[in-house]
């Protein structure tokens, strides 16, 4: 039975996963080996992926059908972590948006993504039959809702809007009427001046500056540097470690948001293009898991998976290249971050463990988990 369980363990998978994570740790270290105080990025970077890829192995044993019953708890748990974090959290770059747990400080908004996939793909397969109603696609909307508030508050736009993007998929996977949808996104649209007003001032700042750069040349700084960094490394880089924008510290939070552009610089198109693969084989191997999946539940969670780290990928690799706004989004798997880094393990053991029950077999060790 064993054998049966585990030809389903879903390698590529994990193996895309581990390059991409040890391609993330091998730059945190170029990107930090030569600044004063942040030598001990690279190290923590590692403890997190162990850690990580304990919990991911540890989550594999348990039956991810078990979830269904817990689906308001988790909800529930997103929020009271979301709303933590606005009365005691922290203050980085203008944002509140960490909990100080000492050695391990946490993001809640990267937790709440996940637990947030979960609560939906519960919601939309337990209601199948109805799926197409106006009840079930506004319901679904009372569970977006809260949570994209309290992060947006933090402020955090970026993350907000992220929530907003995994309900969309979802919801179009699991089947809601496309035309509540469509009037959904009027709606927004209708909505955008008062959400404008809402806005912290750096996060209007950094959209004038994307629409009109020579505004503030001084707060486009970074973006400059990125760009200077990617197009300076060529076909093959300047070589691992030997950046000069990187090296020599034009690069800001270059081990994190911008270690995009270290890669560029360093390893060049050869090193942009491995990455890209990497990630291709990650993505491709989520949408064939969705595929098999046995039932709603899990398709659903896995596709949220999916589109969480592609939506990361294409909005991080997108503002190195100056394609769109600056924000705070990690590239998944290679920026330095716990809280990011964790919260993708665990996504891959969810995955897993629905990898492992496609077929109907009785698993002794899960229910008693």
Wanted: net charge positive; no cysteine; proline share 4%.
């Amino acid at each position: 039975m064993r054998k049966r369980v585990w030809r389903h363990f879903d390698v590529l998978l994990l193996i895309g996963t581990l390059l991409l994570v040890g391609y993330g740790i091998a730059m945190i270290y170029s990107a930090s080996s030569d600044s004063p105080g942040l030598q001990e990025l690279t190290g923590r970077q590692a403890i997190y992926a162990g850690v990580g890829l304990v919990v991911m192995f540890l989550l594999v044993w348990i039956d991810y059908r078990t979830m269904l019953d817990f689906q308001h708890l988790l909800y529930i748990v997103s929020l009271a972590l979301l709303a933590v974090v606005l009365i005691i959290g922290g203050v980085t770059y203008g944002s509140q948006r960490w909990l100080d747990l000492g050695a391990f400080p946490i993001q809640p908004s990267e937790l709440a993504k996940l637990l947030l996939i979960v609560t939906l793909a519960a919601y939309f397969a337990r209601r199948q039959e109805e799926i197409t109603s106006f009840r079930t696609f506004a319901f679904s909307l009372l569970y977006i809702m809260p949570p994209m508030a309290l992060i947006f508050l933090q402020p955090d736009l970026s993350t907000g809007l992220s929530l907003g993007v995994l309900w969309v998929v979802m919801a179009f996977v699991a089947g809601v009427r496309l035309r509540y949808m469509i009037g959904l996104g009027f709606a927004g649209l209708l909505a955008s001046p008062l959400v404008w007003t809402l806005m912290a001032e750096y996060q209007r700042q950094r959209i004038r500056i994307f629409i009109d750069p020579a505004s503030d040349p001084a707060a486009r700084y970074n973006i400059d540097q990125a760009l200077i960094s990617i197009g300076s490394g060529g076909l093959f880089g300047k070589g691992f470690a030997l950046g000069s924008q990187s090296q020599l510290r034009f690069l800001r939070v270059r081990w994190s948001d911008f270690i995009f552009s270290v890669i560029g610089e360093e390893l060049g198109m050869a090193g942009i293009l491995a990455l890209f693969i990497l990630f291709v084989v990650v993505i491709w191997r989520l949408l064939v898991d969705a595929e098999k999946a046995r039932d709603t539940f899990g398709q659903l969670v896995i596709t949220g998976v999916a589109t969480l780290i592609l939506f990361q990928v294409t909005i991080n690799v997108g503002m190195n290249l100056g394609v769109m706004p600056a924000t705070g989004i990690p590239l998944p798997f290679v920026s330095s971050g716990g809280s990011s880094l964790i919260t993708l393990m665990i996504a891959q053991g969810l995955v897993q463990s629905i990898n492992l029950r496609r077929q109907k077999i009785e698993y002794p060790l899960a229910s008693r988990v």
